[in-house]
């Protein structure tokens, strides 16, 4: 599957970059979060339920980021592994100041998602609009925490995300 949209945050570029590469803070608006483990700068394992249908699946990702060209551009590479499924993702971002609004960020971005197993399966019908929904409100959770603050300063910006 092939997903890729636009995003308008209003919020400094620099403020958003830093905001999307600390895992905490993008694992605190991934849904279906559940813990993290930072192997170190470039690497991750995050560990996430999802549900596609009555299809339910936990999946830890091993992440990495793959390219960082600070605070323009950022590509991501993850496969995960769950109960009889598996998932592989190549995602990228692109900043720039948003040209007609000052101290705001536009965030391109695109992702190859390949599901395979009985997530897959068993959930194909759903599995596109699930993905919308979810990306959604990811999107929805990172304007409200960048957008919170007057200051600019992202609201929760370097704090771990709750474990849950």
């Keep these: ?30 849904p ?6 930072t192997i170190d700068e470039d ?22 980021i793959s390219e960082r060209d600070a605070p323009t551009h950022a590509a991501v590479l993850a496969h995960g592994m769950a109960a009889g499924s598996a998932v592989d993702m190549r995602s990228g971002m692109d900043l720039s100041p948003e040209p ?17 197993g009985t997530l897959a399966s068993m959930g194909a019908r759903l599995m596109e609009g699930t993905a919308h929904k979810l990306t959604n409100r990811f999107f929805d959770c990172l ?9 600019g300063q992202a609201a929760g910006a370097g704090e771990p995300a709750p474990a849950t």
Excluded at 32 to 37: E, I
Excluded at 104 to 111: D, G, I, K, N, S
Excluded at 143 to 151: D, I, N, T
Aim: glycine fraction near 4%; aromatic fraction near 8%; charge should be negative.
């Design 1 to 30: 599957m092939h997903f890729e949209g636009d995003q308008t945050i209003h919020a400094p570029r620099q403020t958003v970059w830093d905001f999307l590469m600390n895992p905490d803070n993008v694992a605190s608006c991934a």
């Design 32 to 37: 279906g979060f559940q813990s993290m483990q």
């Design 43 to 64: 690497h991750y394992k995050p560990t996430l339920a999802v549900g596609v249908g009555a299809v339910k699946a936990t999946f830890t990702l091993d992440v990495t």
């Design 100 to 116: 007609d609004t000052p101290d705001a960020t536009h965030l391109h971005w695109v992702a190859d998602v390949t599901v395979s």
């Design 143 to 151: 304007r409200q925490k960048l957008e919170a603050s007057p200051s």
